[in-house]
C-alpha cells in the first residue's frame, strides 16, 4: 500500500530575460575567483600525482628542483601499497558505521520529536541547536576530556554501573575503542542537522494522507514506511550523501583526538593522505592519495548533483 | 484492506497479530485519550532522557571551565561545581597568544566572508535571474567545487600559496578559505533570490524602473534576511575551520584560535590543565555558538531549501 506523492507540476516560468552581457559580467569575478582558489589546485593536484619528486622542498619550492612526469606510476605504488588498503578499509568501515548510526539516531529522533509535547520538543531542539552549533575541534577536546583515563566522567559513570569496572581505563590505548570515542564525537555533532531538518520533513506530510492510510488499516509503522518514508526520500537521500562525504573525509575529529598526531592504527584516508603530502613532505604521494580519495567520493557527487538537478533545486 | 473485528483481543493485553491502530476505532473515547496521553508522557521523558545526554558534553564542558583544579582534579568527578572560579578563563586570556590568535580568527574570518559575500552575491544574481549560455556550466562547477574534499586541495593550495610568498601570512589563508565560502555563498544565495517572485520586478520594471532600481528596491530589501544568514553561516564555516589554517601558518602569534585550541594541551605550560582547555574551548566557541542559535532557522532554511520541498 505504497502511498507516493503526487508529482507536482512545475511551476510555470516567466520568459527568460533576453541575456545581454549583464550576466556574464556578474558571474565573472566569481568564475577569476573559482579559477584561481579552486580550478588551479584541482589541475596541480593532478599533475603532482604524475611527477616523481627527486630533490628536497627547498628546491621544489623555488623551481630548481627536478620533477620529471612519471605516468601513473605513483598510482602503481600506492594501490600496490598494503598500508593503502588497510587505511581505505578502515575508512570504509568507518563511514559505514558512522553515517548508519547518525542516519539511525536522527531519524528517530525525528520521529520522537513529532510525538513529543511541545515543551519537550522545545527542549530537545534547543539542545540540539547547541550541538549542533559546537565545532567540531571544540567537542573532540570536551570528548577527550570526558573520555580521560584518570579523571574522565566516563569511566567514572560507567564504574558505577554493577559489575563495570573501568577505574582508570585507557579508551586510546586500543585504535578500536579510539575511533568508537571519534564516532561518539562524529554521530553527536551529525544528529542535529539530521533530527531537525528530518523533523521538518515529518511535519511536511499531508495529515489527510497518513489519516487516509489509517483509517485503510496502517499500523503506525506501516504508515510510517508507506507514507512519511516516500515523502522524506529526496531530503533523505541528500542527507546521506552529505553524511558520506563529511564522514569520508573525517579529519579535525580524529586530529584533535590524538593532540596532533593520530597512530598508524587511527589513520583514515583524510589522515594518510595529509600525514604522507604534508606531515612528511611527500607531496607526489599525498596529492595521489588526494586525487584517489576524490574519485571515490566522484560517485557519491554524481548522486548528489543529479538529486539537486531532479527535484528542481539546480534549475 | 478491511478493518478485522478482533479488537476485544488487545484490551486483553494478549499479543495480538493485527496491526494495533486497527482496534483503535472500537476502543472507547476516553481509554484512547488516556493510552495516548501515557505514551505521550513516555516519550516526553526519553525527550528529556536525550536532552540530558545530548546536552551533557556541552555541560560540563562549562563546568570544568568554572572549576577550581583541585576539584577537577578528583577522583570522584563533581557534577555541580563548588567552588566556581574564573581561573582557567583569566588564565588564558592573559595569555597574549591567545589574544594574537584570536585576533587573527576574527580578521580571516571577516575578511574571507565579506569578500565571497560581495563577489558570490553578484554570481547569485546572474544564476537566479538571467538564463545565458554557459549558465549550467557555472552551476555545475559552483556544485562541484563545493562537494570536493578540502583536505585534498590541501597540498597544492599550499604550493601554490608558497610561490607567492603567501605561505604563512593571513592574506593567504583568506585566499584559501575562499575555496569553501565562495561556492557555499553563490549557492545559498541563489536559493534565497529565486525565492523573491520574479513577478514582483517585473512590476517594477514595467511601472519605469530601471534594472538598478529593481534591485536597490525590489530584491535587495527581501534578500537582505538571507544575506545576513548566508554571511553568518559563512562566518561559521570560515571560524571553525582548521587544516587549512594548520598547514599555512607557522608562527605562534600568526594562527588562528582553532590551532592554539589544539596547541594549548602540547604546550609545557598548560600541559593537563583541563580548566584552561575547557575555558579555551568555551571562548573558541561563543563567537558561533551564539550566532548560530540566533540565526538558525534562517541557516537551515538556506542549506535544505529545495530539498524539503519535496
Known amino acids: 500500500m505504497a502511498v507516493r506523492p503526487m508529482p507536482r507540476a512545475r511551476p510555470v516560468r516567466s520568459r527568460p530575460r533576453p541575456a545581454s552581457g549583464l550576466p556574464h559580467l556578474l558571474i565573472l569575478p566569481a568564475c577569476l575567483v573559482l579559477a584561481l582558489v579552486a580550478g588551479w589546485p584541482l589541475v596541480k593536484i593532478v599533475q603532482l600525482s604524475l611527477q616523481e619528486q627527486q630533490s628536497g622542498k627547498y628546491a621544489l619550492f623555488h623551481s630548481g628542483g627536478s620533477t620529471p612526469f612519471v605516468g601513473l606510476r605513483n598510482f602503481t605504488g600506492v594501490l600496490t601499497d598494503t598500508t593503502f588498503w588497510t587505511v581505505l578499509v578502515r575508512t570504509l568501515v568507518f563511514t559505514a558505521v558512522n553515517v548508519g548510526l547518525s542516519l539511525l539516531i536522527g531519524l528517530s529522533m525525528a520521529v520522537l520529536l513529532n510525538r513529543v509535547s511541545r515543551w519537550a520538543r522545545l527542549l530537545l531542539v534547543g539542545v540540539l541547536l547547541f550541538v549542533w552549533a559546537v565545532p567540531s575541534t571544540v567537542s573532540t577536546q570536551v570528548f577527550y576530556w570526558i573520555f580521560t583515563s584518570q579523571y574522565g566522567a566516563a569511566n567514572y559513570l560507567l564504574n558505577l554501573l554493577p559489575g563495570v569496572s573501568m577505574q582508570g581505563h585507557d579508551w586510546f590505548a586500543d585504535p578500536h575503542s579510539g575511533l568508537a570515542v571519534v564516532t561518539a564525537v562524529v554521530v553527536w555533532g551529525a544528529v542535529p542537522l539530521l533530527a531537525i531538518s528530518l523533523h521538518a520533513g515529518i511535519s511536511q506530510v499531508p495529515r489527510d494522507v497518513l489519516e487516509a492510510a489509517r483509517v485503510d488499516g496502517a ?97 | 484492506m478491511t478493518i478485522l473485528p478482533t479488537a476485544s483481543s488487545a484490551t486483553l493485553g494478549t499479543p495480538v497479530p493485527v496491526l494495533p491502530a486497527v482496534a483503535e476505532p472500537v476502543a472507547s473515547g476516553a481509554g484512547r485519550y488516556r493510552r495516548r496521553r501515557q505514551a505521550t508522557r513516555a516519550w516526553n521523558a526519553l525527550a528529556v532522557l536525550l536532552s540530558a545526554i545530548f546536552g551533557f558534553p556541552i555541560y560540563w564542558m562549562l563546568i570544568t571551565a568554572f572549576k577550581t583544579s583541585s576539584d577537577i582534579n578528583s577522583l570522584t568527578p563533581q ?219 534562517r541557516i537551515s532554511a538556506g542549506l535544505t531549501a529545495g530539498a524539503v520541498k519535496g
Request: some cysteine; hydrophobic content about 55%; glycine content about 6%.
Open chain 1, 219 to 315: 499500523g503506525p509503522w506501516q504508515a510510517f514506511r508507506s507514507v512519511t518514508l516516500p515523502y522524506l526520500r529526496p531530503l533523505l537521500v541528500i542527507l546521506s550523501t552529505l553524511s558520506v562525504i563529511w564522514d569520508f573525509g573525517v579529519f579535525n575529529q580524529i586530529w584533535f583526538m590524538r593532540n596532533g598526531h593520530p597512530e598508524p592504527g587511527y589513520q583514515t584516508i583524510g589522515i594518510y593522505m595529509y600525514s604522507q603530502g604534508i606531515g612528511s613532505s611527500h607531496y607526489n604521494l599525498g596529492a595521489t592519495v588526494g586525487v584517489l580519495m576524490m574519485l571515490c567520493l566522484l560517485v557519491v557527487m554524481v548522486f548528489y548533483i543529479r538529486q539537486l538537478f531532479r527535484i528542481g533545486d539546480a534549475e
Open chain 2, 79 to 297: 557534577f555541580w561545581p563548588k567552588h566556581p572560579s574564573l581561573r582557567g578563563f583569566r588564565e588564558v586570556l592573559a595569555d597574549p597568544i591567545f589574544r594574537a590568535d584570536l585576533r587573527n580568527s576574527v580578521l580571516i574570518t571577516l575578511s574571507a566572508v565579506l569578500v565571497s559575500v560581495l563577489i558570490g552575491f553578484l554570481a547569485a544574481l546572474a544564476i537566479a535571474r538571467f538564463r545565458f549560455l554557459g549558465r549550467k556550466v557555472f552551476v555545475f562547477a559552483v556544485l562541484i567545487v563545493q562537494m570536493v574534499p578540502l583536505l585534498a586541495l590541501t597540498i597544492p593550495m599550499s604550493l601554490l600559496l608558497d610561490r607567492f610568498q603567501l605561505k604563512n601570512s593571513l592574506i593567504g589563508v583568506v585566499i584559501a578559505y575562499l575555496m569553501f565560502t565562495m561556492p557555499y555563498t553563490v549557492w545559498t544565495l541563489r536559493t534565497f533570490i529565486a525565492n523573491v517572485p520574479r513577478e514582483l520586478d517585473e512590476a517594477a520594471m514595467v511601472d519605469g524602473c530601471s534594472r538598478w532600481q529593481t534591485f536597490y528596491k525590489i530584491i535587495l530589501p527581501l534578500v537582505g534576511p538571507g544575506l545576513t544568514a548566508t554571511a553568518v553561516y559563512g562566518w561559521i564555516l570560515a571560524w571553525n575551520e582548521f587544516v587549512l589554517a594548520n598547514t599555512l601558518l607557522i608562527d605562534n602569534d600568526k594562527q588562528t584560535a582553532m590551532i592554539y585550541l589544539l596547541f594549548f594541551q602540547s604546550s609545557p605550560v598548560h600541559g593537563a590543565d583541563w580548566g584552561g582547555l575547557m575555558a579555551t574551548a568555551t571562548l573558541t566557541s561563543l563567537p558561533v555558538v551564539v550566532l548560530f542559535v540566533l540565526f538558525q532557522s
